[in-house]
């Protein structure tokens, strides 16, 4: 039998219950199971006259056990009880806290009736970063012990807060340095040579002096309204039951609904499968697990427009010193000079101290030679996308780093096989698609070319994390993942705009869902013109359909130098950033309709818009899966959701289909090729997706 990863002993007089069960601590049912039994434990040895408890290892236990939530039979009433028995003691218990105290970690320290934490300890219940509540009795006492709205505020954003702030808001007793385990006893000692009485956290009142009448009743309508995440309202309901109910039971009692209402909700359903998901996208199905990293500790960027400045700050924020290498002075300097004005700009607002900027900056080196690239471990290069330039520069960089140094490029939409093969040394290469602004968002495509070695491409996974990216390898194929989805998504947007659809409504049908800008404000904000280059571009290599009609609006639009909101105008006319309907682009839409033989029609649906736009999408991610592309579906919702705005509480447009049902989306798919028509094949159904449907099997949801 397994050793109990809860332990209880004596030190003198005073029982001392310990947690080992590492990397966190995490609530397991064997945790539990030993809590169980610890406690009963204490119980039958009297002679013990307060109990310590405390956790090995780097923290204080930090959280529950995620997957048991996916168990039909999940319950709490074990750990709450647990709880309760606990508190319930009439000896003191101290909690010795060390780390983070996070979910179920905290809720068993404000159980204890003294809490001693170490200096530099932060406490939490991010539950609702899951679409779930703190299920054993987070609503109820952290109200009690910090008020109503402290309590509404944490719960409902998940923050961590530090020591200093969990001490003045009364979540915390006391903090201290060094023996914190030393510290813990001497307390204990102390509260029972005053014969100190348990303070227990439930039996204390929601304090509500100086809150309005209304304030629950408020708070509970403004958290409901944020409808997209029912947890929100969840929280709140339970909070004012805190502070409402009359016993501490029916309050309980309450949680407990909202727990069980939560959870089986497809919003925490989704959230709980993109925890999962980006916890998976490091595992490269093949590679074996002690391959030897290379070590990256120095770093090249080859270009320091838009996305080589941000690249740069990303390897900087991470503390790794960087080499920028420009064409031209003039080049670099603009580039420099971006850079600091984006540090400057995010020290004006406070998030940043300037010292730390200016660390960040000195790590920065400017250079016009690649001979100053010689010695770094990974260089990245973001030139213009342009074939010819990005085969001679990759030749350049084959020649002049050292070997065993990683050469990558952050092209979005070039054969990274081409470019690997002219570089001399196919296996040191890969791409690394940034998303831009590159030092901001998370996403981060590794493209693993036909020959990278797969040490390189295991050492950039693990870099990712280090620069505060999640990284999803992609194979070699036109837009990798995430832009090879966005193409037949904007395809459709196109083909309603053209049928008579208003940009509005389109913005707005997939806005409804939760997605932060539709395709219409996202590509004006963007550029018509880097848009419209992509298509044509992808024209002159044969990879368009053989349909005249096919994005005819975005390339006029170019062509009439309607660029977005840098001109004023595209899919919008602009006032500032505001967008206002643009009659000459619905004319101009309409004209194009006429010319292709497009049915223009009035009857056009959210419903309809939302199901062209997503579906399609979901189909193109099954044939990225089909091919190989991705190596699972939860990959590429993680690609959506770091990368592309999709709601997290939809989990990602391949989750968002498990959970409607793939049945239900290919019906809906072959609804459109009859009524569309399928001549291009826009509406053919991967085979992949028919064949999940036919058995009742997800693409992604629990497709671990
Ligand atoms: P950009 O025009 O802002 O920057 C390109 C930079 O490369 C310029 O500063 C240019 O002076 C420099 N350059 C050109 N030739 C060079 C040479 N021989 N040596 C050194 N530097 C040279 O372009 P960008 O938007 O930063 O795009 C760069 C790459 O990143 C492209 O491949 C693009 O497809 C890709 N990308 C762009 C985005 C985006 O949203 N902008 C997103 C992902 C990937």
Known sequence: MNRSPVSLQREGDIGLLLIDNPPVNALSPDTVQGLIDALAAFEAAPELRALVLAC??????????????????????????????????????????HGTALGGGLELAMACHWRLALRGTRVGLPEVKLGLI???????????LAGAEKALQMMSTGRMVGDQEALAAGILDELCDGDLRAAALARARALVAQDWQPRRASALQVPTAGLAPDFFDQAVALAEAQFHYPALGAIARAVRAAATAPSFAEGEAAEAREFMGVLRTPQSQAMRHLFFAERQTGKI????????????????????????????????????????????????????????????????????AADVAEKRIALITPSLSYDDLAQVDLVIEAVFEDMALKKEIAAKLGAVVKPGAIIATNTSTLDVDQIAQASGRPADMLGMHFFSPANVMRLLEVVRGARTDPAVLATVMKLAPRIGKVAVVSGVCYGFIGNRMAEVYMREAEFLLMEGATPAQVDGAVQALGLAMGPCRMLDMAGIDVGAKTVIELGKTGGLPADPSYRALVQALYARGQYGQKTGAGYYRYEGRTPLPNPDTLALAEALAREHGIARREDISDNEIVERLIYSMVNEGARILEEGIAYRGSDIDVVWTAGYGFPD???????LADLR??????????????????????????PLLRQRAAEGRTLSLGAR
């Open 56 to 97: 090995e290892g780097r923290t204080f236990v930090a959280g529950g056990d995620i997957a048991a939530f996916e168990d039909p039979d999940f319950s709490a009433v074990p750990y709450n009880a647990f709880l309760g028995r606990l508190e319930a003691l009439t000896r003191p218990v101290v909690a010795a806290i």
């Open 649 to 655: 509480h939809a989990g990602g447009p391949m989750c």
């Open 661 to 686: 049902g793939l049945a239900h989306v290919v019906q809906r798919l072959e609804h459109y090729a009859q009524v569309r028509g399928n001549a291009h094949g826009y509406w053919r159904v991967s």
């Open 134 to 144: 703190p299920g054993s009795l987070g609503t109820q006492r952290l109200p009690r």
């Open 285 to 352: 199905p093949g590679l074996p697990k002690d391959l030897p990293l290379r070590s990256i500790e120095r770093v090249g960027v080859v270009g320091a427009g838009t996305m080589g400045g941000g690249i740069a700050m990303a390897l900087a924020n991470a503390g790794l010193p960087v080499v920028l290498v420009e064409a031209t002075s003039v080049a670099l300097e603009r580039g420099m000079g971006l850079i600091r004005k984006n540090y400057e700009a995010t020290v004006a607002k406070g998030k940043l």
